[in-house]
């Protein structure tokens, strides 16, 4: 495993498999290697990592830097058989957030205004660089959000709007609500779980956004 996984894979899972089992009651004990390639890589290059269906094996194609414990937990996720996106996006999220360690914690924050600010640049015709220069970030901050969406401005974007097509309607086969799954989706996921007065859940303080 890549020694830059060696410390933070077993710290993810061990707060995913702990969330998992507060609300479930049961364990879910998984692998914490990581790869650095899989075919999946070339099939659809927009990915950030990926999760064999068949084998579990868990590759992570990117550096996301303060993202990087939210890819690794949401693919984590898919590992321990929760396959919809939306599914792995919520579990990432509410179990790094809710994990008390400070950089899990603001890799959640950072996923979560990630996914927020883009589906409002995409509303408002905002480009991601604007969107993310209005935002105020602190110095050592915006460097890192600056580049996540860089694929759709490179000269490959053309393969990437085709492969992401695929991909689209590959979950929109599996009863997904499309790649929309990742931002909008999650968003108003959060959004509902932290204003419903019914869920038998309730939201991690330290990550709780909507009163």
């Given at each position: 495993m890549p020694a830059k996984y060696r410390d933070l894979a077993p710290r993810v899972d061990r707060h995913l498999t702990r969330f998992i089992a507060g609300i479930t009651g049961q364990r879910v004990e998984t692998s914490v290697e990581v790869r650095t390639f899989s075919f999946m890589q070339l099939a659809f290059p927009f990915a950030l990592g990926a999760a064999d269906i068949l084998s579990g094996d868990v590759a992570i194609f990117k550096d996301t830097g303060v993202l990087q414990p939210h890819v690794v937990a949401h693919e984590f996720a898919h590992r321990k058989g929760y396959w919809r996106e939306?599914?792995?996006?919520?579990?990432?999220?509410?179990?790094?957030?809710?994990?008390?360690?400070?950089?899990?914690?603001?890799?959640?924050?950072?996923?979560?205004?990630?996914?927020?600010?883009?589906?409002?640049?995409?509303?408002?015709?905002?480009?991601?660089?604007?969107?993310?220069?209005?935002?105020?970030?602190?110095?050592?901050?915006?460097?890192?959000?600056?580049?996540?969406?860089?694929?759709?401005?490179?000269?490959?974007?053309?393969?990437?709007?085709?492969?992401r097509g695929v991909y689209d309607a590959r979950m929109r086969l599996t009863g997904q609500n499309g790649l929309s799954d990742y931002d909008l989706g999650f968003t108003n996921f959060l959004y509902s779980f932290e204003t419903s007065d019914t869920a038998r859940q309730i939201p991690p303080d330290r990550g709780a956004v909507h009163a």
């Open positions: 939306l599914d792995a996006q919520a579990l990432a999220y509410l179990s790094l957030v809710s994990s008390g360690e400070p950089d899990l914690v603001q890799a959640a924050l950072s996923e979560r205004l990630h996914r927020s600010l883009h589906v409002l640049a995409r509303d408002t015709g905002e480009t991601w660089e604007t969107a993310i220069r209005g935002l105020g970030l602190r110095a050592e901050l915006e460097p890192e959000f600056m580049p996540i969406h860089a694929e759709a401005r490179t000269p490959t974007s053309e393969i990437n709007d085709i492969m």
